[in-house]
């Protein structure tokens, strides 16, 4: 099939690419000037998707690398690294964040362009990796050298069919494909259209190997779902940060779109590589997608719980694993207390707030549970468990058991005794948001929350931000209640 008119829309104008050429040529000069200047043994290279050409439209952030002589101590590259990088941050008058990856790095907001300066090792030839950030220059060099110009359009292709159904992103709030694995998954099939024609047949821990390393079988990539080796290493797998949901999204993607492709069906086919249109919240004031929200939670007859708290300030990267970690071990605790969560997710802003959501077909329990013992066949057994218990005790099937009132009648009351200081250490939480949920979390059911969405969301001073967000969450809980709208159009 011919992209051509859809390539138009993902290319970035001749115009983006002059401005930001310029911007990346002028950021490496002032840091290698001042390298030589100074006598720091540094340079800077441009890597990542604008170096390799494979950026979309007006998603051009800039990757500059400062790599250092293999030999030089850490501590030097640290220190030296980010002094070059807020010094070309001040030269052009920039807005820096630092920000911590194997080490610091620093982003800048230099002409309007997001740009990462981030001290890395010059490995040279075969030199094992001191740090995660060293291969990306090699990964650059890479694809520039393998990747030929008509494929750099079908990269562009995949990007964006991957951003849309919602499988484009490495970091762990994703869990999807990185920009370097499109690009090797294309050097592998030739074509976007190809690489779509072969993941609709892939199978759990589907294996590619480039260089023929004869790796991908190893025991340490046994777990993931896709294998692709690093062509510049074969002991990495480039897919170990693709959770099995985000690969299972794009199999099925892929074969609903290709369904249209061979039917011809050229209006189907676009809708694929523009967001989606949500008809059912088209026009609609938050307080109207709130009430569509609460009448279709009410329709399930299921009961949904939230919980509020705010979190510290910590980076996105290491925020997302402990939020996971902890809602998922509080719904474990909740099954175990035989109350059954159907569904669980989570929002957050990334910088002041966040909302776990859980949705329960069994939120009430009875006055009294049968607690079982020993079976009954060991006798010592049964005579111990009666010592405990007296004279309750009766058999029950193989086992002796006795009828005991519930400490927790509700799946409310049983996540405020887990959420206090004192009984926390029964689940799983993140180390950094444990003070803020167990001091400063609120519990509402999902009707009582969104009754009140504007205050709720009224913590940014920016009334517009405020119903941005407001927005971004109830997108969320409209996803989480009609599940697979992406992949499928």
Not at 101 to 124: K, R
Not at 424 to 430: D, E, R, S, T, Y
Not at 443 to 460: A, C, Q, S, W
């Amino acid at each position: 099939m011919n992209y051509e008119l859809i390539l138009k829309e993902l290319k970035p104008s001749q115009e983006e690419r002059d401005a930001i050429y310029e911007t990346t040529k002028k950021v490496i000069d002032f840091i290698n000037e001042t390298c030589e200047k100074e006598g720091i043994n540094a340079k800077a290279n441009a890597v990542g998707s604008v170096a390799k050409n494979t950026w979309l439209k007006g998603n051009s952030d800039i990757d500059i690398f400062i790599s250092f002589p293999y030999d030089e101590e850490m501590d030097y590259l640290k220190e030296k690294g980010l002094y070059l990088a807020y010094k070309t941050n001040e030269a052009f008058d920039g807005k820096a964040s630092e920000h911590y990856a194997s080490h610091p790095y620093l982003t800048c907001d230099i002409d309007g362009y997001e740009v990462d300066i981030v001290p890395c090792y010059d490995l040279g030839e075969d030199k094992p990796i001191k740090s995660a950030v060293d291969r990306t220059i090699l990964h650059t060099n890479y694809i520039k050298s393998h990747l030929s110009k008509e494929q750099e359009d079908e990269v562009l292709l995949l990007k964006k069919f991957m951003a849309v159904i919602g499988t484009y992103g490495s970091e762990f709030k994703t869990g999807g494909f990185a920009g370097y694995l499109c690009e090797l998954l294309i050097l592998n099939y030739g074509t976007f259209e190809d690489t779509l024609r072969a993941a609709q047949k892939w199978k759990f821990h589907t294996t590619i190997d480039l260089e023929d390393f004869g790796t991908a079988n190893d025991k340490i990539f046994k777990e993931d779902p896709l294998v692709f080796i690093d062509p510049t290493d074969e002991n990495r797998n480039v897919g170990a940060a693709l959770r099995i949901e985000r690969f299972v999204d794009f199999i099925v993607a892929s074969r609903n779109f290709l369904a249209f492709v061979d039917d011809e069906n050229l209006d189907k086919i676009s809708e694929f590589f523009r967001p989606l249109k949500k008809q059912h919240l088209f026009n609609k004031s938050n307080e109207e997608i709130a009430d569509y929200i609460v009448e279709s939670f009410n329709d399930r007859q299921t009961q949904t719980l939230v919980i509020k708290f705010p979190i510290p300030e910590m980076s996105a990267d290491a925020l997302h694993p402990q939020l996971l970690k902890t809602i998922d071990s509080i719904c474990e605790k909740l099954e175990a207390e035989e109350f059954s969560v159907f569904k669980h997710a989570y929002w957050t802003d990334e910088e002041k707030c966040v909302i776990f959501t859980i949705e329960l077909n069994v939120f009430k329990q009875g006055k009294y549970y049968i607690h079982q013992g020993p079976k009954v066949w060991p006798q010592k057994a049964c005579e111990n468990f009666k010592a405990k218990w007296g004279d309750a005790l009766y058999p029950l099937d193989e086992y002796m058991v006795l009828t005991r009132e519930r400490q927790f009648k509700t799946a409310k009351e049983f996540i405020t005794h887990l959420l206090k200081l004192e009984n926390i250490h029964i689940i799983k939480v993140g180390k950094n948001i444990k003070e803020a949920i167990c001091n400063d979390y609120a519990l509402f059911e999902i009707d009582e929350f969104l009754n009140d969405l504007d205050n709720h969301f009224n913590y940014d001073a920016d009334k517009m931000n405020s119903e941005e967000l407001a927005f971004d969450y109830l997108n969320t809980l409209d996803d989480f209640l009609n599940p697979g709208q992406y992949i499928k159009r």
